[in-house]
């Protein structure tokens, strides 16, 4: 018997383009390659949460004894593992703009954390807070060394936002096809860059002080709405594909990554309370271990999504939304 060679279909013809070399990639191809883009941007994220928490842990084991009991990991950014602490989370902010959340509250908490995480990394905690030793002369707040590096850079993520606003305005208003959810949160996110953008402008001195926890606070409570977010669709994803018990598996993980940085949270607020209110009395370092669990907690969310999306790459609402 003559084995004859099944006959392949002609690939449809393609209008040369004077000067640009005609590859044409196979839709399958394109779609595989994006899914493994999806996948490997997640575990990105957990990667530099590990890395973080590594060189700050390495810090306190191994550096000057008076960085070993620093009260909490934005502190560490006066050690020597400041570049990682600022590297990672610019790293972190980028990362979560550019992965596609579901239409509409998701993806809008998802590009304004990105948006909160570069203001946490480049404006540093004041001395005096989480264990960070105040100045020789008594003065707790960010030295005055380090202001000139922190204006600089915040200037630089003006000119980053300015950009990304000009290309998002042009994208979400001038196509008309973009959906309602859509433009409320571009307009949403238009306005967190404009209330900080104002706030470094007009009011630096207390810019300098709490910035980075105006912008720590509202990071760590978006992620944590996300979370919320996909246990809840978890299982209605999952039961519609007849597999209930991913569907209860997913949307526990998800639940109980959600519940304990609210949890976490709660307690943060109680102990801040007590600081403030009642002269103290709280145990040593608690804001460090706050940080921690919710750093954890941050990595344990983007592990369990690259799984449930193993295969997908992103939410059906999400590949879906204009």
């Known amino acids: 018997m003559v084995n004859v060679p099944a006959e392949v279909p002609e690939m449809p013809e393609v209008p040369a383009v004077p000067g640009v070399a005609q590859i044409i990639t196979p839709p399958t191809v394109r779609a595989s390659a994006s899914v493994r883009t999806y996948r490997y941007l997640r575990l990105s994220l957990v990667g530099l949460v590990v890395l973080l928490l590594f060189c700050v842990w390495l810090e306190r084991l191994g550096g000057l004894e008076a ?103 042009w994208v979400v208003v001038a196509r008309r096809q973009s959906s309602r959810a859509t433009r409320i949160g571009f307009f949403l996110a238009a306005g967190v860059f404009v209330a900080f953008f104002l706030w470094f402008r007009f009011g630096r001195d207390s810019f300098l002080d709490t910035a980075h926890f105006g912008a720590a606070v509202p990071l760590f409570g978006l992620i944590t709405a996300v979370a919320f977010v996909n246990a809840r669709k978890a299982r209605g994803r999952r039961d519609r594909a007849g597999d209930a018990k991913a569907a209860r598996a997913y949307a526990s993980v998800y639940g109980g990554v959600a519940l304990v940085m609210a949890v976490t949270f709660g307690a943060a607020i109680v102990l801040a309370l007590m600081d403030q209110l009642g002269g103290g009395g709280t145990p040593d370092e608690w804001v460090l271990w706050v940080e921690v669990v919710l750093l954890v907690s941050f990595a344990v969310f983007w592990v369990t999504q690259t799984f449930d999306f193993w295969t997908d790459g992103l939410p059906e609402e999400a590949a879906v939304r204009t």
């Open 67 to 169: 960085n070993r009991h620093l009260g909490s990991i934005s502190a560490y950014y006066y050690t020597p593992a400041r570049s990682v602490f600022v590297g990672a989370l610019v790293a972190i902010g980028i990362s979560l703009v550019a992965i596609v959340g579901r239409r509409g509250f998701e993806d809008t908490a998802l590009n304004i954390a990105g948006m909160l995480a570069p203001v946490v990394a480049m404006v540093p905690t004041p001395r005096g807070a989480g264990g960070a030793p105040c100045d020789p002369d008594g003065r707790c707040s960010v030295p005055p060394e380090f202001v000139p590096s922190v204006v600089n850079n915040i200037w630089g993520l003006v000119a980053l936002g300015v950009l990304g606003l000009a290309l998002g305005g």
